[in-house]
């Protein structure tokens, strides 16, 4: 059964940076675009950066030029490089394929607060 595990999140003050980690068990990410997903209070969850198999990468508009996604297959990892945070940057952030092939994990909570 594939797991995913996030880790990363925390309390962090308005500006300040956060890397965000997505491990996989049972199953080699490598061949899935994967995606970042977030989801605050009362609302839906949303896509927030997207990465193909082959390292193309696509951001919702509102942390373009703010966050970066990126993978390491080695290491069966998806990554989320968080700066310029904002209070509305505050979620708990999933990770899963685009197509949502995988239940999801717990996520890790972000809380940008001064």
């Known amino acids: 059964q594939v797991q995913l595990v996030e880790s990363g999140g925390g309390l962090v003050q308005p500006g300040g940076s956060l890397r965000l980690s997505c491990a996989a068990s049972?199953?080699?990410?490598?061949?899935?675009?994967m995606g970042w997903y977030r989801q605050a209070p009362g609302k839906r969850r949303e896509l927030v950066a997207r990465?193909?198999?082959?390292?193309?990468?696509y951001y919702t508009d509102s942390v373009k030029g703010r966050f970066t996604i990126s993978r390491d297959n080695a290491e069966n990892t998806v990554y989320l490089e968080m700066n310029s945070l904002n209070s509305e940057d505050t979620a708990v952030y999933y990770c899963n394929t685009y197509v949502l092939t995988f239940d999801w994990g717990q996520g890790t909570q972000v809380t940008v607060s001064s």
């Open positions: 049972g199953s080699n990410l490598s061949g899935y675009a």
């Open positions: 990465i193909s198999s082959g390292g193309t990468t």
